[in-house]
């Protein structure tokens, strides 16, 4: 449903945005658009937007910028060192009250297994969630995992 003659500009604008030595946004911007070449989800160029966030974290470093690259590490190395950058973020309590954080650490967990932490994760995201649709897909979610612990996984 995206318009893609607008995504085509938008690509072409991004490009020439990372001409030089490029700044936050136009980093941003080519993160954008790796996402928007992608066909479906499972065909996104997973490494290039690891490596575009390697460099966003050098050129303005924040935690949502390191949370956002722990997505991407997740992705490409797995969710053991994702959740190695997760831990350091959790000792500086920069983001504790973000939800997405403790989306992203019960979605790793789930992955690796670890269902009671994933499910600890999730209830704690959605305490904090304020937006509707994000509520529910976090409560979707969590009922997921809540039926893995109950099954005995």
Same mark, same amino acid.
């Given at each position: 449903?995206?318009?893609?003659?607008?995504?085509?500009?938008?690509? @072409? #604008?991004?490009?020439?945005?990372? *001409? =030089?030595?490029?700044?936050? %946004?136009? /980093?941003?911007? &080519?993160?954008? +658009?790796?996402?928007?070449?992608?066909?479906?989800?499972?065909?996104?160029?997973?490494?290039?937007?690891?490596?575009?966030?390697?460099?966003?974290?050098?050129?303005?470093?924040?935690?949502?910028?390191?949370?956002?690259?722990?997505?991407?590490?997740?992705?490409?190395?797995?969710?053991?060192?994702?959740?190695? @950058? #997760?831990?350091?973020?959790?000792? *500086? =309590?920069?983001?504790?009250? %973000?939800? /997405?954080?403790? &989306?992203?650490? +019960?979605?790793?967990?789930?992955?690796?297994?670890?269902?009671?932490?994933?499910?600890?994760?999730?209830?704690?995201?959605?305490?904090?969630?304020?937006?509707?649709?994000?509520?529910?897909?976090?409560?979707?979610?969590?009922?997921?995992?809540?039926?893995?612990?109950?099954?005995?996984?």
């Amino acid at each position: 449903m995206w318009d893609r003659t607008q995504i085509d500009e938008g690509l @072409i #604008l991004a490009e020439q945005a990372l *001409s =030089g030595e490029p700044g936050p %946004f136009a /980093l941003q911007a &080519a993160i954008a +658009a790796v996402h928007a070449r992608a066909g479906r989800k499972d065909e996104t160029d997973w490494a290039a937007i690891k490596r575009l966030y390697d460099v966003l974290e050098q050129v303005e470093p924040s935690a949502v910028v390191r949370l956002n690259r722990a997505v991407a590490v997740a992705m490409t190395a797995g969710p053991s060192e994702a959740l190695a @950058i #997760l831990d350091s973020l959790d000792e *500086s =309590g920069a983001l504790n009250d %973000f939800h /997405l954080l403790h &989306a992203a650490r +019960a979605e790793f967990s789930e992955r690796l297994g670890r269902i009671a932490d994933a499910e600890k994760s999730f209830a704690r995201a959605l305490e904090l969630v304020t937006n509707e649709s994000e509520r529910r897909f976090l409560s979707r979610r969590l009922a997921q995992v809540r039926k893995l612990v109950h099954a005995g996984r």
